[in-house]
């Protein structure tokens, strides 16, 4: 099957169940790695080696950043992490990429998700910037589906 051409990168929403208006800009830090455990290794002659065998996985937390709205439902999401209703925050959150053309060409799925950090803008007024909220988003799994 051949390869498509790659994809353009500012085609994307965030799907957070709940949240009626999860529209981005930039979406960073989709990384899935683990930690690397080296032990010695003696093998068939006698030599000893290190061996490197994978342990921990690690998920690095998600960084979403939007132009600053006058929506609170993500500013409420974060509210329910610091009221302590955890299980109540957590969500399977979705972001979908889509070609050109509007169609959907990649999916991650993020399982239990919840706000660790939300960041309100910097205000200036000698600027005309739009102001960028930035949240960041952990999770339990991390999964591409499409």
Same mark, same amino acid.
């Given at each position: 099957?051949?390869?498509?051409?790659p994809?353009?990168?500012?085609?994307f929403?965030?799907?957070?169940?709940?949240?009626?208006?999860?529209?981005?800009? *930039?979406?960073?830090?989709?990384?899935?790695?683990? =930690? #690397?455990i080296t032990?010695? @290794? +003696?093998?068939?002659?006698?030599? !000893?080696?290190?061996?490197?065998?994978?342990?921990?996985?690690?998920?690095?937390?998600i960084?979403?950043k939007?132009?600053?709205?006058?929506?609170?439902?993500?500013w409420?999401?974060?509210?329910?992490?610091? *009221?302590?209703?955890?299980?109540?925050?957590?969500? =399977? #959150?979705?972001?979908?990429a @889509? +070609?050109?053309?509007?169609?959907? !060409?990649?999916?991650?799925?993020?399982?239990?998700?919840?706000?660790?950090k939300l960041?309100?803008?910097?205000?200036?007024?000698k600027?005309?910037e739009?102001?960028i909220?930035?949240i960041?988003?952990?999770? *339990?799994?991390?999964?591409?589906?499409?």
């Open positions: 099957m051949a390869e498509k051409d994809l353009n990168a500012s085609y929403m965030v799907d957070v169940p709940g949240v009626t208006n999860a529209h981005f800009r *930039e979406a960073s830090g989709f990384t899935t790695e683990n =930690n #690397v032990t010695p @290794y +003696s093998g068939k002659d006698g030599k !000893v080696i290190q061996k490197q065998i994978p342990g921990t996985m690690k998920l690095t937390p960084t979403f939007r132009g600053l709205s006058d929506n609170l439902d993500l409420k999401w974060r509210k329910l992490v610091e *009221e302590g209703k955890i299980e109540e925050a957590r969500k =399977n #959150v979705s972001v979908v @889509y +070609s050109t053309d509007n169609k959907e !060409v990649a999916r991650w799925t993020l399982e239990a998700a919840w706000c660790s960041t309100g803008p910097t205000l200036d007024a600027s005309n739009v102001g909220e930035d960041t988003i952990v999770f *339990e799994a991390y999964k591409r589906e499409k």
